[in-house]
């Protein structure tokens, strides 16, 4: 039995993306950075729990975009991740305050001009770190990303620590 709501969350993310490795895979991921820059930049409880349930459902909207149009951009993500996430949300009996806000966070994410909060800062920041490797992203691109999307103390550290051509410059 899941001991925790986060864990019940993780758990029923996982199984929605039943078939799909490597999107399962890419949750973990950003939830545990997302959580560890959560952390290190010393969020409040209430506002930490938005970002990990953020973080567990961020491309929730994948899954419907392949279905309903055979691709999967980010704005189509932004626009259906949002409904989809609210049930899951809700049928985990999280609170009203943190479904809005992590719907609102889910239908931006792929939004990268006027990031309004620390949660959304470091969601992005957690996406990006996960996306650079996993996407082989050239050196030029580590760099350019890290100069434009990269805010918070932690967030640049873990940059720098895993990206070689960020920290040299090379």
């Not at 078939?19 to 997302?34: E, I, M």
Request: hydrophobic fraction near 40%; include cysteine.
């Amino acid at each position: 039995m899941m001991s925790t709501q986060m864990e019940q969350l993780l758990s029923a993310m996982i199984s929605y993306e039943t078939g799909s490795p490597k999107r399962a895979q890419h949750l973990v991921k950003v939830y545990t950075f997302s959580k560890l820059i959560g952390l290190g930049e010393n969020l409040d409880p209430h506002t930490l729990l938005v970002l990990e349930a953020a973080a567990a459902v961020h491309d929730i909207g994948i899954r419907r975009a392949l279905e309903l149009c055979g691709y999967s951009s980010g704005k189509l993500q932004e626009e259906l991740g949002p409904p989809e996430a609210e049930k899951i949300l809700a049928s985990l009996s999280f609170p009203r305050d943190v479904i809005d806000r992590v719907c609102w966070l889910v239908g931006h994410h792929h939004t990268y001009t006027d990031i309004q909060g620390l949660d959304y800062q470091i969601l992005v920041e957690a996406d990006f770190l996960v996306n650079l490797y996993e996407d082989s992203s050239p050196p030029e691109a580590q760099r350019a990303a890290y100069q434009k999307i990269f805010k918070t103390e932690t967030g640049k550290r873990l940059c720098r620590e895993q990206f070689p051509a960020v920290r040299t410059g090379a």
